[in-house]
């Protein structure tokens, strides 16, 4: 049976059945469907342990889809107007695949430089040659943005021969690129676009003012639904048109990813798709209304708020006052937030209704959260994105080359061996393969002394990186 409005729950119906008849489990995995636990394991958890099952023959595999979990990729390409695929691994295995299904070793693609680092990953590990497109930096406050066409025509005409576009959109913050006009000028030119959309799962309703990558032309996208939709963390999805290779992507997909796909992830993976496929006109309205009346709020209470083009973002810029210290107050009062930087913190708003009790609630304790924020010191540096060409090249960094480990002083103006990312939000700060400048190692210097999340190798804590100073 498949999956539809009238029995949309047809997979997580399939795990109760298979809950409800009390099986013997003399297969993995060891909790033998939650019969291996002690007192010490929370009731809530063991409830749902034996909904923990394994490609069973009724259960059907992730890696060869046939039964149920074909049936619920079938629903979920209708609803997106594509062909899908449920990931367990997150958007990052869905770039990893996109990219190694579009593009082979040691050929060229065009990125955006803000890409998450699951993409650069990629591309240093499949030994791609990547094309830097730099984002539009937004006026005012200095986030970046999105890539625009003028800037992907330019890389093509200086750097031709690209096999792929990957970008991001939205992005962290809700802003999205014009997608319709670059796919439409990349299509007569065979060029595959890939969308890393981990943020837009939920941008489908044919009213919202801007929807997914998927329904503007894109070739393929990557949705986390982990981060907007009603799923388990690591759930995900990808969505893909004809143009690209079918049996590469699979191919992908089944080499990165888990032999073991967890059948919690699966089950919110078709949870969150009938949540999607059951919000009626009025619910998309409500919950957009409730989304504005909340910004609205915040603006009439003082705070300066940027909502991009996706209206579940919404970022407060906390500029003169700081933003890592405003996130610090949230936490003490019991308010977790998405990202603080210096100048601005980023709130992730849920896909319901909010109601306006909880708006009242929500905003007499961010305005209290305020009151005692201090203004930014002088020394602290305000997130500068690195500013470079609109278009340029990483340089390669061979197997072979000589790394030496130097001090962020001496290693101005030479080129990183090393990666070095601020978490969140995930986006390199230095890429290995680029040239390293005074300016990054100074923001990178007061990152350290601000105790600034790093996602970086041990000596860098220390003001060192690792630099190419011989090539072979
Ligand atoms: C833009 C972007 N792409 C990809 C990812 C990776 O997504 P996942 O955590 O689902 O693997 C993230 C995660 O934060 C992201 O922000």
């Known amino acids: 049976m498949a999956p539809s409005r009238e029995n949309p729950f047809t997979f997580l119906e399939m795990l109760e059945q298979h809950v409800r008849e009390h099986r013997v489990s003399f297969h993995v995995p060891g909790h033998h469907n939650g019969t291996v636990i002690d007192d010490t394991l929370p009731s809530a958890f063991a409830k749902v342990m034996p909904y923990d099952l394994t490609e069973l023959a009724h259960l059907d595999d992730l890696h060869d889809a046939s039964g149920i979990i074909k049936q619920a990729e079938t629903a979920l390409g209708m609803l997106y107007e594509s062909k ?12 990893w695949s996109m990219l190694a299904a579009t593009v082979q070793r040691g050929e060229r693609v065009y990125v955006q430089r803000n890409s998450h680092k699951s993409v650069w990953n990629a591309i240093e590990w499949l030994g791609l040659e990547p094309i830097l497109l730099m984002p539009t930096i937004e006026r005012g406050t200095g986030i970046p943005t999105t890539v625009t066409l003028d800037t992907i025509k330019q890389a093509i005409l200086e750097f031709p021969g690209g096999r792929a576009v990957m970008l991001t959109s939205p992005t962290y913050y809700g802003d999205m690129a014009d997608i319709r006009a670059i796919s439409d000028y990349l299509s007569p030119k065979d060029i595959p676009l890939l969308v890393d959309e981990a943020h837009g799962a939920h941008l489908i309703h044919p009213k919202l003012p801007r929807r997914s990558a998927i329904f503007e032309g894109a070739s393929a996208v990557v949705q986390s639904a982990h981060k907007t939709l009603p799923a388990f963390t690591m759930g995900a999805w990808v969505h893909y048109k004809e143009d690209i290779d079918e049996n590469r992507l699979k191919h992908a997909l089944s080499s990165f990813q888990t032999s073991s796909p967890s059948y919690l992830i699966m089950a919110s993976l078709d949870y969150a798709r009938s949540y999607l496929e059951t919000l009626t006109d009025e619910a998309w309205s409500s919950i957009q209304k409730s989304h504005a009346q909340f910004v609205l709020e915040l603006k009439r209470s003082g705070f300066v708020v940027k909502v991009g083009d996706d ?7 906390t500029y003169p006052k700081n933003g890592l210290i405003f996130s610090q107050h949230l936490a003490s009062i019991g308010i977790d937030i998405e990202l603080a930087a210096v100048d601005h913190v980023l709130f992730c708003l849920p896909l319901r209704e909010i109601k306006k009790q909880e708006i009242e609630h929500w905003l007499k304790l961010i305005k209290k959260a305020a009151t005692h924020v201090p203004i930014i010191d002088d020394d602290e540096t305000i997130f500068p994105f690195p500013q470079s060409q609109c278009v340029s090249e990483l340089h390669p960094v061979k197997e072979y080359a000589r790394i030496q480990r130097v001090s962020f002083e001496q290693a101005i103006g030479l080129i990183a061996a090393e990666t070095v ?5 995930g986006i390199p700060w230095i890429l290995k393969g680029e040239q390293i400048t005074e300016e990054k190692v100074r923001v990178l210097s007061d990152w350290i002394s601000l105790g600034r999340k790093l996602q970086a190798s041990k000596h860098v804590m220390i003001e060192q990186i690792d630099v190419i100073v011989e090539e072979f």
């Open 84 to 95: 899908s695929k449920w990931l367990v691994n997150g958007s990052t295995v869905g770039n």
């Open 311 to 317: 209206f579940t973002k919404v970022t407060i810029m």
């Open 421 to 425: 990312i601020p978490y969140p939000p």
